[in-house]
């Protein structure tokens, strides 16, 4: 199923909107000041050319521990983003969900965009991963989540 939801997908702006991602990514990468933006951009242009099947979900939600885009410096750089490349980004996301929202058959479609176009906002500290690691990531916080809650 998630394979016949890509190739629609791809055609109902995946295509469009995931050069996008990767035109932002490779004018950030030029300017060599923004290769951690540049890299955020690939990554998560490619889930936009496929999303289904895959999810974006946070590092530290992921790994349970901080890297430098899940600190501080992540939101600085999620700021200068946002400022830069991510409201375009996002827009672009949401012209495409309003197109797709207009026949029964894009609503899926419109929603994802949605999801996009938040990720646009603040790509940094981002990973994609396949459905099942990001829903076993989400099991196992939760479960020292309740174990840290039993202790105490």
């Not at 949401?94 to 790509?123: D, E, R, S």
């Not at 459905?131 to 916080?141: F, M, T």
Request: aromatic content about 16%; some cysteine.
């Amino acid at each position: 199923m998630a394979l016949l939801g890509n190739i629609l997908w791809f055609i109902f702006g995946g295509l469009v909107m995931g050069l996008g991602w990767w035109l932002a990514g490779l004018i950030a990468f030029i300017t060599i000041i923004g290769i951690p933006w540049a890299r955020a951009c690939f990554v998560i242009g490619r889930f936009a050319f496929f999303p289904f099947g895959y999810e974006a979900i946070n590092r530290r939600a992921l790994k349970q521990k901080d890297d430098i885009g899940t600190s501080a410096f992540g939101t600085l750089g999620n700021i200068l983003w946002l400022i830069f490349f991510g409201w375009w980004l996002a827009l672009g996301h949401i012209f495409a969900a309003i197109a797709c929202f207009i026949i029964i058959i894009g609503i899926p479609f419109g929603i994802q965009h949605v999801k996009l176009a938040v990720i646009a906002l603040m790509p940094i500290g981002q990973t994609v991963v396949p459905k099942e690691v990001a829903q076993a990531a989400r099991q196992k916080n939760a479960e020292e989540y309740v174990n840290n809650l039993r202790k105490k």
